[in-house]
């Protein structure tokens, strides 16, 4: 898989009863990334960290073959043993990540609250709250409104829009565990809707670890000289 389709694994990212966020720091888990298709070069699986005091999103991948992807600030880098293989500038991925808006009790709004989108309205549709969200006027005309829903106070689905009011991805958040008081969905379903059709992804989060203190050297990637 290539850099850019991990852009989608880690989710810019609701939570139910948590520990004051400033109580978390750091979490990594097993991860398994399965995209459209049964065949085995569809699927990806390692184990991630971070730590937001780092700010690295590290990315140990064991399969399909051993790699190490570190998000850095708006820097990205894949390297395979000692070796980099590749390097790009983007948007900063970790701040915006799926964990660290888990971590900071960002996640049931998707870390839009405070964000340069304004709140435009809430309903209730059966047992799912409805929030839209819409960029400000300036930008209205290359960014889409977001529609966030939550359930039993948590973040349920997302649905991402063009500026021409057009879905342009679709986002569901299953399974959550409790770990240590930290609220986190296990399963996320991914739909994207591309001009060749649609597209599914399906990520799975196990052994998942909070604040963890041993082996403090898995949250900090030193590149190789």
Excluded: C
Excluded at 29 to 36: E, L, N, T
Excluded at 57 to 69: H, K
Excluded at 84 to 101: I, K, M, N
Excluded at 171 to 176: L, S
């Amino acid at each position: 898989m290539r850099i850019p389709a991990l852009l989608f694994i880690i989710t810019l990212l609701g939570t139910g009863t948590m520990l004051p966020a400033q109580d978390f720091y750091r979490i990594s888990a097993d991860f398994s990334v399965k995209s459209q298709g049964d065949s085995l070069g569809n699927l990806t699986m390692g184990r991630l960290f971070y730590d937001e005091n780092i700010g690295q999103l590290i990315y140990d991948i064991r399969f399909p073959q051993e790699q190490t992807w570190v998000f850095s600030d708006s820097s990205i880098f894949r390297y395979q043993s000692d070796s980099l293989l590749e390097a790009t500038v983007g948007a900063s991925v970790a701040d915006f990540s799926l964990f660290h808006l888990a971590l900071n009790n960002d996640l049931r709004h998707y870390g839009l609250k405070g964000s340069i989108y304004d709140l435009e309205g809430v309903e209730k549709e059966g047992d799912l709250v409805i929030s839209t969200w819409r960029p400000p006027g300036p930008l209205s005309s290359t960014l889409g409104k977001v529609l966030i829903s939550s359930k039993a106070n948590r973040l349920y689905g997302i649905v991402f829009f063009n500026a021409e009011e057009e879905v342009l991805r679709k986002q569901f958040f299953r399974k959550y565990q409790n770990i240590n008081g930290l609220e986190f969905p296990t399963e996320l379903i991914d739909i994207f809707f591309l001009d060749e059709g649609k597209q599914y992804q399906k990520t799975n989060y196990s052994q998942i670890r909070v604040n963890e203190t041993d082996h403090p050297e898995h949250y900090r990637f030193s590149a190789p000289q």
